[in-house]
């Protein structure tokens, strides 16, 4: 447990460094080892908060959102040693960021209105690219293949956006999910499904015809959570109020609950490392749970 002031934190785990992304204060890094120990702080600049990011191979990619517009954007770390980041490089993107997948050469970056792409070729001068209005809330964002979904809160629907052309992306249609919970955030993918999660519920969408998402399901769950994390056929849901909670997806269009931890605090956010999902609790700290 290490006790750190926190309205709200992301959380990855990469060997054995902690990164842990938290509004107003940065991205901190933690060796975990033994006994967390903080190794680093990249701090918040000129009333700047942090989002999204995502980690490929020995790339962090960190999204950041300011006040001062020419301080929004995509940072890139060379993380090859975990324990010490090296910042490499930085792109403006128009609009406050919130969310980034990064597939090959691309980093899809979502924002308070549009989908961004930017070309991460260069990981030292990332250069902007184009965007794409999705008419309101863009937050998270999934890619596969010549596709980008992404989650609108402002009017809870999953927006398909073809990007085929990097300099030319077009928003091919806009799926409505349920205008009863509200907030879409987290995207995350199994197999041909996304689990599109909103507070209180979690729609179950079929991607087999990528330019054409289904809804197949509907999965309500317990508990206000924004979060939903996959490994393999188990996803982890951490609940504010209610603990955390696992459920079985051998079936991907019937989760089942198998089980529920109440942990203290409220449950924001959490990374899975081998049979550990390390949880991020607000005042409570940091919960190491054995799920094994």
Not at 70 to 84: Q, T, Y
Not at 99 to 110: E, L
Not at 178 to 207: A, M, S
Not at 209 to 230: D, F, K
Request: one cysteine or more; aromatic letters at 12%; charged letters at 15%.
């Amino acid at each position: 447990r290490y006790p750190y002031p926190a309205f709200n934190a992301e959380l990855a785990i990469v060997e054995n460094a902690l990164y842990v992304v938290i509004l107003d204060k940065g991205l901190l890094v933690f060796d975990v080892t033994a006994s967390p120990t903080l190794l680093n702080v990249f701090p918040t600049v000129s009333g700047c908060y942090f989002y999204g990011f995502d980690i490929v191979g020995n790339y962090f990619y960190l999204t950041h959102a300011s006040v001062m517009n020419s301080l929004s954007g995509l940072e890139v770390f060379d993380i090859s040693n975990p324990m010490s980041p090296v910042s490499l490089g930085f792109v403006n993107v128009p609009m406050l960021p919130n969310n980034v997948d990064v597939q090959g050469d691309y980093a899809y970056v979502t924002d308070e209105w549009n989908l961004n792409i930017v070309s991460i070729a260069n990981k030292t001068s990332p250069q902007w690219l184009s965007s794409v209005s999705c008419n309101g809330d863009a937050w998270d964002v999934e890619v596969s293949g010549s596709y980008a979904y992404v989650s609108n809160r402002a009017d809870t629907s999953l927006i398909v956006v073809n990007v085929t052309n990097p300099l030319a992306p077009s928003l091919m249609s806009r799926l409505k999910l349920d205008p009863g919970d509200f907030w879409p955030t987290r995207i995350e993918r199994l197999d041909h499904y996304l689990y599109v999660k909103g507070n209180t519920n979690c729609k179950i969408v079929d991607i087999t015809v990528e330019s054409a998402p289904e809804i197949v399901g509907s999965w309500s769950i317990s508990g206000m959570t924004q979060n939903l994390h996959l490994s393999s056929s188990i996803a982890y849901g951490p609940h504010w109020y209610e603990g955390l909670a696992v459920y079985d997806l051998a079936d991907p269009l019937l989760p089942v609950e198998t089980w529920r931890l109440e942990t203290p605090g409220m449950g924001y956010d959490l990374a899975m490392i081998g049979s550990y999902a390390v949880e991020a609790n607000g005042v409570a700290g940091i919960q190491v749970i054995d799920v094994s």
